[in-house]
């Protein structure tokens, strides 16, 4: 069972999602990923999921990856003598360090990076950028503020500290605990919250020391100043709007994604666009009309992934929600216009045998009306770059390593199946066939273009174009 969509869905598994049956009809309706929130839930429940997945994989005989989103730090305001309070605009409020509890003049906030951070006129953002603070005064392990911007503040709220790089670790004691647990599972990648430099991503790659792809969450504002470095230090980028919408002015983040999304392209990674895509959904069994062109706009922006969190997650139509996405892919992809646009954003081929060739399958499937172009991989590299090519084709990628079959669900225009190992040039152009032919992909006569590196096994060395006729047997 495949899609002949080439952009792919990710859905977030949650309350709402958390049985067999609802994680397989996911799949039926097109999800290709499935992202477990381990901000939520037990290694238990995720386990349990995990299986789930995995279970339905088999069912529906296609790939499906897993993301292991890692929660990160959270700065959380403490607690209230009761519960909450309503702060009131150009009235004084006070946080720091002491551990009683707050009222309408005072809050805990048990972070010394934050106070380490703090300068006279900064503003903080309280409850998801609801309440905004000016800080008038502060020091190690106080803030003297003023109300901009009101409302209810209760326990455990978070705190942003908008344009600032805070000295503080990406990963927590927390996230190794899941991340080990996730890694135990045999997750495909693992996603990093709070990065905010460079060597946040290097450090928790020593962790994970190879076990699972790299996700980088795009929350951060600060994070864009190394945008290059971070794509390149990543396997593949989320574009995590709702927190970097709280940092960022709302009409700043159209734009933040776009050129977060030209700069995956470039670099031939795979980006998913997050958060709020069909939020309406959550309690509508159908979206709003601008969420729909929300996805859309993704779509036709390049974009590898779109992802659903909440809708899926808990809320009350999360099939249905998969389904609309899928529609709305659709149906954009169908559009005359669609491959016109994806082609004028296309990145250049780098001046290497490996793009050299790639390119040129890209045009000669374009040229004879191939069916597909199928790349061997053992990395996943050739076929990354096939798809950072964006060929109006499909592309088949094959490989010996289930795992890296699973992380190329993430990529755009990419199905995946697992191959056995090639004896010869040309077991493998047989091999490439027969199985387009057994996937659905090609149809017998029809030709398929394949690219691959020798000698076989040898990462990131494409270096071979052969097209070849599928047969009937």
């Known amino acids: 069972m495949r899609h002949d969509r080439k952009a792919k869905i990710v859905a977030t598994l949650g309350p709402a999602s958390d049985d067999a049956a609802t994680i397989r009809a996911l799949a039926e309706a097109g999800v290709s990923v499935f992202r477990m929130n381990f901000s939520h839930g037990t290694h238990a429940d995720h386990r349990r999921r995990f299986a789930a997945i995995r279970k339905a994989e088999k069912a529906i005989g296609r790939r499906l990856g897993t993301v292991a989103d ?17 702060l009131q605009a150009g009235k004084p409020f006070r946080l720091d360090l002491s551990k009683r509890k707050g009222d309408a003049t005072r809050a805990p906030l048990p972070h010394r990076e934050v106070f380490a951070a703090l300068k006279p006129k900064m503003d903080l953002l ?7 603070l000016r800080v008038l005064k502060c020091g190690r392990d106080f803030a003297e503020t003023r109300v901009i911007t ?8 978070g705190v942003n500290v908008p344009g600032v790089k805070l000295a503080i670790s990406s990963l927590t004691p927390k996230d190794r605990e899941d991340m080990k647990a996730a890694l135990a599972l045999g997750v495909d990648w693992v996603a990093l919250s709070f990065v905010q430099r460079p060597e946040d991503i290097k450090k ?65 990674k795979p980006v998913v666009i997050a958060t709020q895509m069909l939020l309406s959904m959550v309690g509508s069994p159908t979206p709003t009309r601008a969420e729909a062109s929300d996805v859309a706009n993704a779509v036709y922006e390049g974009a590898d ?6 809708e899926t ?52 499937a374009h040229t004879i009306s191939a069916a597909a172009i199928i790349t061997y991989t053992t990395s996943g590299s050739t076929t990354l770059r096939a798809a950072r090519a964006r060929p109006d084709v499909p592309i088949l990628c094959l490989t010996t390593r289930p795992q890296t079959a699973r992380q190329l669900t993430l990529a ?10 090639i004896r010869d040039f040309n077991d493998m152009v047989a091999k490439a066939a027969r199985v387009a032919r057994q996937e659905g992909i090609a ?25 070849a006729t599928v047969r009937h047997r």
């Not at 009101?150 to 709220?157: F, P, R, Y």
């Not at 992934?305 to 909440?310: H, N, P, Y």
């Not at 899928?326 to 004028?344: G, W």
């Not at 149809?443 to 097209?467: C, E, S, Y």
Request: hydrophobic share 45%.
């Open 150 to 157: 009101g409302g209810t503040l209760s326990d455990h709220k």
């Open 70 to 86: 890692l929660q990160g730090p959270k700065l959380r305001v403490g607690e209230f003598r009761e519960g909450q309070v309503t």
């Open 313 to 364: 997650a808990a809320g009350a139509y999360p099939v249905e929600a998969a389904k609309m996405m899928d529609r709305i892919i659709a149906r954009v992809e169908q559009d005359s216009h669609y491959q016109a646009i994806i082609d004028a954003e296309r990145a250049l081929p780098e001046a290497t045998p490996a793009d050299a060739i790639t390119e040129a399958a890209r045009q000669v």
């Open 126 to 132: 309280l409850d998801d950028g609801l309440i905004r």
């Open 204 to 268: 928790a790659r020593k962790w994970i020391n190879g076990q699972a792809a790299v996700m980088t969450k795009l929350e951060k504002p600060a994070a864009i100043a190394y945008l290059d470095d971070i794509v390149a230090l990543s396997d593949a980028i989320m574009v995590a709007r709702g927190d970097l919408g709280v940092e960022l002015p709302p009409e700043d983040v159209p734009s933040v994604q776009r050129q977060i999304v030209r700069a995956c392209r470039k670099a031939g």
């Open 412 to 421: 755009w225009g990419v199905h995946s199946a697992v191959s056995e190992e």
């Open 443 to 467: 149809k017998p006569g029809q030709k398929v273009v394949v690219t691959a590196g020798m000698p076989f096994g040898t990462p990131g060395k494409t270096n071979i174009l052969r097209i």
């Open 305 to 310: 992934a779109v992802m659903l969190s909440t």
